[in-house]
């Protein structure tokens, strides 16, 4: 395949080597929000999307879940990247120079032992590749970034540690997408469907809806609700399931589905990934 894939941030970003390593054959384009990275994708701008949806210790990458749905694309494959923080400084630099470090808000918090060990004060940034870009351009003696290693690698930085962070367990979850499904697949380690579904105004209806998952045997690996134009009545969900929409079981519980639901739409059938394991 040859063509662009396209991501949220700057090159350097954990998004930029989600790229990298789920899709060496695709040129990694830069978007500034989510939004444009869905926009090049239906333009064609870009042939695939890489787009987070979790993480394990901060759980769902806000208004993902609202995108999707009306992205218009299709979840064709998951994809899961550790978070390996790197202390990134100017050439030359050590780890006892740096009083200042750059970097998302997220990252921060993960690398709180180190910063306080080293007695280096954390400040949020809004993209911690970007950070690194700055300050290569800067040149600030005594600041550093928090920041992958593959953005040292781009801006000309020194790693001066790695894996700073304080839990080695830190994974985010991305979704591949693109502007056709692909439904005739099956994986070596099973099948992961995706939908979005809003349930009728019955009581009961959320718990009546989930039943055909349990009597069939199917194993649901995610559910999440969140407020639909802001609605506090008008609630839709967000749920994975391991198998295909053709498996019997799988049919069985979606067709119990839809009896209780006002919509139902599939967001993509792919290949189950073994790091989920």
């Known amino acids: 395949m040859t063509g662009r894939i396209a991501f949220q941030g700057d090159p350097g970003a954990y998004s930029h080597e989600a790229c990298i390593a789920a899709r060496p054959d695709l040129e990694p384009m830069p978007c500034e929000t989510f939004e444009d990275v869905i926009a090049a994708v239906r333009s064609g701008a870009a042939e695939q999307a890489m787009l987070p949806i979790e993480n394990s210790t901060y759980g769902r990458v806000a208004d993902i879940h609202r995108l999707l749905p009306e992205s218009g694309l299709h979840v064709l494959d998951e994809a899961f990247v550790r978070v390996r923080i790197s202390l990134l400084g ?112 019955i009581p009961a209806a959320l718990y009546k809806a989930m039943g055909g998952f349990a009597t069939n045997g199917v194993n649901m690996t995610k559910l999440e609700s969140y407020m639909v134009d802001g609605s506090f009545t008008a609630t839709r969900f967000y749920a994975d399931i391991d198998g295909h929409p053709e498996d019997a079981n799988v049919k069985r519980a979606l ?22 394991d």
């Not at 080695?168 to 439904?183: A, L, S």
């Not at 067709?255 to 989920?276: A, C, K, M, N, Q």
């Open 90 to 201: 100017l050439p030359g630099s050590k780890v006892s120079d740096i009083n200042l470090v750059r970097a998302h808000l997220v990252l921060l918090p993960q690398s709180a032992n180190f910063l306080a060990k080293h007695k280096i004060k954390g400040v949020a940034a809004a993209d911690s590749a970007g950070a690194a870009g700055k300050l290569a351009e800067a040149k600030t003696p005594g600041e550093g970034v928090l920041a992958s290693a593959l953005a040292g690698q781009i801006y000309g930085l020194d790693v001066l540690a790695e894996d700073v962070e304080d839990h080695g367990h830190n994974t985010t979850r991305f979704v591949i997408m693109g502007r056709e499904p692909n439904h005739t697949r099956r994986g070596d380690h099973g099948m992961i469907t995706t939908f979005v579904f809003q349930v009728r105004n």
């Open 255 to 276: 067709d119990e589905l839809d009896h209780f639901t006002e919509t139902v739409d599939i967001l993509g059938v792919y290949p189950r990934d073994p790091s989920r």
